[in-house]
């Protein structure tokens, strides 16, 4: 057992762990404040942004499953689908069926939604240096 979970587990955190603690959530909400307010000034709320980002940011794919965005968004596959409705609603994204098996369906940026998700990417990587989240070599644009 690490040092951290064994004094987390018997409840013997230093003022130092819950200071460190305090400013994690601190800053999490900062960049979750900033998040919120780009994304209703570009008219999307912050979930249909992470779920254009999560369609996109799949590994190796440029679509994703319902299954995969709810898996990132650590949602109800039900709720995804319903977001990935009003996101379709909004011109932001289309399904398709699945290259490799056509039983699946992939979800796909449309050009207003990849125009979106690129200008909120692009504000969001300078935020998230600011935090050193991100090493300086993330291109929003490739």
């Not at 692009?122 to 490739?142: D, I, P």
Request: charge should be positive.
């Amino acid at each position: 057992m690490n040092q951290r979970r064994g004094r987390a587990q018997s409840g013997l955190l230093t003022k130092s762990d819950l200071e460190s603690m305090s400013n994690f959530r601190y800053q999490l909400r900062k960049f979750l404040r900033y998040s919120e307010e780009i994304t209703h000034a570009a008219g999307i709320t912050p979930l249909q942004y992470q779920l254009l980002l999560h369609v996109r940011g799949v590994p190796g794919k440029s679509c994703a499953t319902v299954g995969e965005i709810a898996e990132r968004l650590q949602a109800a596959p039900n709720g995804t689908a319903a977001l990935v409705n009003r996101c379709e609603a909004a011109g932001l994204v289309v399904r398709k069926p699945g290259q490799a098996d056509r039983r699946l369906v992939e979800v796909h940026l449309t050009p207003k939604g990849e125009r979106c998700l690129l200008k909120l990417a692009a504000l969001h990587l300078a935020e998230y240096r600011t935090f050193g989240w991100l090493a300086n070599s993330v291109n929003v644009h490739g």
